[in-house]
């Protein structure tokens, strides 16, 4: 059985080494496993051919960190092992694969596809063969075609309430404007299921692109950024950020995102104008995203700690593997910094957030996990990379 610990500084910082190879095996042993675990419960259910099928869908090349992968588990878990089904094969379809399902919905449901939402209700079908995606219920049916951008776009784009943009550069692949607004206790997600008028066309209406050119560009000069002056940090994000939720202006001139674990591969971000604030976000974001990849194999924290410690980027005391989570990021964004300074002047409210990462990161985060004796060997080893790699930025 091959030991995780030795994998824990490709997951502290991109200073060790390319992870991408990991991260492919990772996810497509995450998605293998929730398809045998859904296939389980269609046998028990006497839905035995729509397991085989579920079996027989042949995976494209893409990654399998996606959330339809995620969102198929957190279905199975509430249950709902038709839609759960379905969603993994909406998951296999998108990374260009093969195959077809059919299944009933009992209920209206929305499916995602690389950023869309489709409603689907009573007898569905998705078929895919590579280079196109048809999905068809009782409500209606939708056509997804691949394009030049790597992703996927619905031949009728006017049946559902969110719209994916290409994003104009390597990562994230796609920016999906949800009208949704940050969501301070989890990550931000559409909260009903679909409303199935008579005439559902006149029920949804997609946003127009020109809703979303502002922020996407935000987000693709911030991808530049890193591409230019934090070169490190491109696989980084690419491997981890498939696709980016907009979140509505808050009003608070306040950068807002997140990140889930039953969403992988998906961030949120209300988005800031400055390109270098951007980058940060993104490097941010796909931190979390690389602990949660890395901590499904190797468990970070021992099971039931009571450790609780201040979290500056919170502002109120978590438990430790939040805390964790937390000054993972932070370190990142301190060792992101430390590279664009190497090649650039920061101007000053980057040079302030600069330094209260540091402050953060010195002043609270190290002292605590230092002394934690919560942190599992294999929490220790990404710990300490982590440190030695912020010290070795600092040094330059």
Partial sequence: MTDMTSYAALFASPASGDNTGAIRTLALGRLNSTRKRIMSKLAESTQEEAG????????????????????????????????????????????????????RIET???????GWLTAVNGYCTLKADGVSISIHSDVGNTTYHATGENRWTPDDAALGPWAAFA???????YVTVSGLRHSVEGFPWISGPPLLAT????????????????????IRRGWQVIVDHTPVYGSWVANTATGCLLIDPSGTHSAQSGSSYDHPGLIAIEPPECPLFCGEILVH?????????????????????????????????????RVLTGAHAVGNMIVYYATL?????????????????REWFSHDYRP??????????????????LCKTVDCAMEQ
Wanted: positive net charge.
């Fill in 52 to 103: 085989r099928a579920l079996l027989a869908f042949l995976p494209g090349g893409a990654s399998a960190w996606r959330p339809e992968t995620g969102l198929a588990l957190s279905a199975y878990r509430n249950q709902q092992h038709e839609l759960a089904a379905l969603q993994l094969a909406a998951a296999l379809a998108g990374m260009g694969g093969s195959g077809q399902i059919l299944t």
């Fill in 108 to 114: 209206p449901q929305w499916l995602y596809l690389d």
């Fill in 167 to 173: 994003s104009g550069g390597l990562s994230p692949r």
């Fill in 199 to 218: 005439d559902f066309s006149t029920g949804y209406r997609s946003p127009l692109p020109g809703a979303a050119e502002s922020p996407i560009t935000s």
């Fill in 285 to 321: 974001e796909c931190s979390h995203q690389q602990l949660l990849i890395y901590s499904m194999v190797a468990p970070l924290v021992t099971p039931g700690s009571q450790e609780m410690y201040y979290s500056p980027i919170k502002r109120a005391t978590r438990s430790i593997d």
């Fill in 341 to 357: 300074r190497q090649t650039m002047n920061l101007d000053r409210r980057s040079q302030e957030r600069f330094d209260r990462h």
């Fill in 368 to 385: 605590a996990l230092d002394r934690s004796q919560s942190l599992t060997e294999a929490g220790r080893a990404l710990w300490g990379s």
